[in-house]
Antibody, heavy 118, light 107 residues
Framework: QVQLVQSRAEVRKPGASVKVSCKTS????????VTWLRQAPGQGLEYMGK????????NYAQTLQGRVTMTIDTSTTTAYMELQNLRSDDTAVYYC???????????WGQGTLVIVSS | DTQMTQSPSSLSAFVGDRVTITCRAS??????LAWYQQKPGEAPKLLLF???RLQSGVPSRFSGSVSGTDYALTISSLQPEDFATYFC?????????FGQGTKVEIK
């Protein structure tokens, strides 16, 4: 069965970086992209960007350009999202999800809480 | 970006009630709309896509409809396990955008 398992919660100080992993299994990694979304406390979902599973082509949300980097490791079928120069308003639960052909999100990771606090 | 305006932000209802949640798109999205259910501490679960197509395994009491740029999610008879937050998402244009959510609570 398709599974996406994310790394554990992180606490960072403002200005630091965080890298979240998303280990996938149960499908052909190269056939699907992975998207990253985040959800601030009590808020809706925000699209951060996506990365293809074959060549690692990326598309980032304009609001995060220059601070976010998404990568893949095809040998371990793992996707990564790194966010730099963290601010307090980056505090959120970060999700990875498989990008379906229909462009909706059927399979999700369990979420990773990132807290940015001095 | 296409803005998705979802209403209401919260509602209270009894088990067995019929409940409707709506999303309005700021631009045409050609029925490229999905609905998700999210329970506390969990990832969202896909309920419907293409405005009205039920995801496999989702109970038939959930349905979707469209009128122009207004999209609706209806739960025909609310069950105890349906108390959750519901989000809409448009995927017609990039970036995909989400409504702010509707929290459905027990009355």
């Amino acid at each position: 069965q398709v599974q996406l398992v994310q790394s554990r919660a992180e606490v960072r100080k403002p200005g630091a970086s965080v890298k979240v992993s998303c280990k996938t299994s149960g499908y052909i990694f190269a056939n699907y992209g992975v998207t990253w979304l985040r959800q601030a406390p009590g808020q809706g979902l925000e699209y951060m960007g996506k990365i293809t599973g074959d060549k690692g082509f990326t598309n980032y949300a304009q609001t995060l350009q220059g601070r976010v980097t998404m990568t893949i490791d095809t040998s371990t079928t793992t996707a990564y999202m790194e966010l730099q120069n963290l601010r307090s308003d980056d505090t959120a639960v970060y999700y990875c999800a498989r990008v379906e052909l229909s462009r909706v999100y059927e399979y999700w990771g369990q979420g990773t809480l990132v807290i940015v606090s001095s | 970006d296409t803005q998705m305006t979802q209403s209401p932000s919260s509602l209270s209802a009894f088990v067995g009630d019929r409940v409707t949640i709506t999303c309005r798109a700021s631009h045409g999205i050609r029925d490229s709309l999905a609905w998700y259910q999210q329970k506390p501490g969990e990832a969202p679960k896909l309920l419907l896509f293409a405005a009205s197509r039920l995801q496999s395994g989702v109970p038939s009491r959930f349905s979707g409809s469209v009128s122009g740029t207004d999209y609706a999610l209806t739960i025909s008879s609310l069950q105890p396990e349906d108390f959750a937050t519901y989000f809409c998402q448009q995927y017609y244009s990039s970036p995909p955008t989400f409504g702010q959510g509707t929290k459905v609570e027990i009355k």
